[in-house]
């Protein structure tokens, strides 16, 4: 029987070139680069993410937002689509069956209407991560993690920025999801002042 309860801790995907080689790997695949572009660009969780609606994106240009309502919180969300999720977007638009503006934007490909769940979204992180030969624990919510540490590793954004992107109530929530590593923070106590 399966554990139940059990919370299975995933990571984010730390090395740039990581981002890149999973990239790479969904080019031809527009759908599934969208997905993995927006998700690692918005800060939503998977569960967010699959109900995009197609009337939420469609006629949006970088830098403009759409707004979403929480399904963990039932708060609204303003989520603004940068270049690289825009250009992933319009990618995959230009290869979609249906135009009901109602549809989900990320439809499972077993056909009718439906949406990917977060499950096979789940997988499909943790078989993108194996086939780039990227070590750890990967999922979903990797890519709403991933967000966090680049943010923060790469471009320097500060804490409490990061706190409203993910719409946390604290902030020592936000570090869990910046995936602050024991030597990180020994590498701080070697700091000499």
């Known amino acids: ?72 919180t039932g708060k609204a969300r303003q989520v603004t689509l940068n270049r690289a999720s825009h250009n992933a977007l319009q990618k995959y638009l230009g290869t979609r069956r249906s135009t009901r503006d109602d549809a989900p934007l990320f439809l499972s490909r077993k056909g009718g209407h439906d949406a990917i769940t977060v499950r096979h979204l789940n997988r499909m992180v943790q078989a993108w991560a194996k086939e780039c030969s990227i070590k750890g624990r990967f999922g979903s919510h990797s890519l709403r993690k991933t967000f966090g540490y680049m943010q923060r590793t790469q471009f320097k954004t500060d804490l409490p920025t990061l706190m409203v992107a993910f719409n946390h109530s604290s902030q020592l929530q936000t570090l869990t999801y910046l995936g602050v590593q024991a030597d990180d923070v020994h590498r701080a106590f070697m700091n000499e002042i």
Do not use: W, Y
């Open 1 to 72: 029987m399966a554990n139940l309860g059990r919370i299975t801790r995933v990571e984010p995907i730390r090395l740039p070139q990581h981002v890149s080689s999973i990239k790479r790997l969904l080019t031809d695949s527009p759908r599934n680069l969208a997905i993995f572009t927006i998700g690692i660009n918005t800060a939503l969780r998977a569960s967010d993410l699959l109900r995009i609606r197609l009337s939420d994106v469609k006629h949006l240009s970088p830098g403009e937002h759409f707004v979403i309502r929480e399904k963990k």
